[in-house]
């Protein structure tokens, strides 16, 4: 923090106070979910198939306006949607001229939510963030694909089946979190913006005995374009 404030000390302005301006943006999502475990997937002729988690990777838009409070200090309010969850690795065996595929197998959530936070402009165009961020779950799926291919009884199979599954009713319907991040306006004004949100309230509404509670971390990383109005 005193690093900060000894920066924001030295920063030069980029907009005039009492000054709006509106900033679209685009980009992705890297999230998972805590307390999300390995998963068994039962696979005929192979037994329970045990997958590790990794990070679901999804799609962000939205778009911020922003105050100019003070020559270095701006506050913004935003609305954006975007994809979020846990996903687990893909597996595949091959065996008698047969591969059997399990891929893109996650728990798929996207929220519309309301970011409102406080910018500190430490150095020219970049910009220290933080504040709260209220999300309203917009859906919740269960998603895998499985795929069989290869020739079996000297018979060609190329065969993939879609599973998708919701589980919103599993979900507490709003979601709140703490943004903290950075960004970067050039000179175009173009802005690169990189935000990790820290989930506060439970993703699962209720939970089994020994269960322990989930929470969203969400990685973003967009690319704006930032309009004075």
Same mark, same amino acid.
């Given at each position: ?76 309010? *935003? +609305? %954006?949607?975007? /994809?979020?969850?846990?996903?687990? &690795?893909?597996? !595949?065996?091959?065996? $008698? ?56 009884? *000297? +018979? %060609?199979?190329? /065969?993939?089946?879609?599973?998708? &599954?919701?589980? !919103?009713?599993?979900? $507490? ?57």
């Amino acid at each position: 923090m005193a690093t900060m404030m000894m920066a924001v000390m030295t920063a030069s302005a980029q907009y005039e106070p009492g000054t709006f301006s509106v900033q679209p943006r685009v980009g992705f999502t890297a999230s998972m979910m805590s307390n999300m475990e390995k998963i068994d997937i039962p696979i005929a002729g192979f037994g329970d198939v045990n997958l590790d988690t990794r990070p679901a990777v999804g799609l962000f838009v939205g778009a911020d306006m922003e105050y100019q409070l003070s020559p270095l200090v701006s506050l913004s309010a *935003g +609305l %954006n949607w975007a /994809q979020t969850g846990s996903g687990w &690795e893909d597996w !595949k065996h091959k065996e $008698n001229g047969m591969t059997v595929e399990i891929k893109d197998t996650k728990a798929e959530t996207s929220y519309l939510s309301i970011p409102l936070t406080a910018n500190f402009y430490v150095w020219k165009g970049l910009a220290l963030r933080t504040g709260v961020q209220m999300g309203f779950l917009t859906s919740a799926k269960l998603k895998m694909t499985a795929t069989a291919s290869g020739t079996q009884n *000297g +018979l %060609n199979v190329n /065969q993939s089946t879609d599973v998708e &599954e919701s589980f !919103k009713d599993e979900c $507490n319907k709003f979601d709140l979190s703490i943004p903290v991040g950075v960004s970067y306006e050039f000179n175009n004004h173009l802005v690169l913006d990189a935000r990790y949100n820290i989930g506060v309230t439970k993703v699962n509404k209720d939970k089994e005995p020994g269960e322990k509670d989930s929470r969203n971390g969400v990685f973003s990383l967009t690319i704006g374009y930032k309009i004075k109005l």
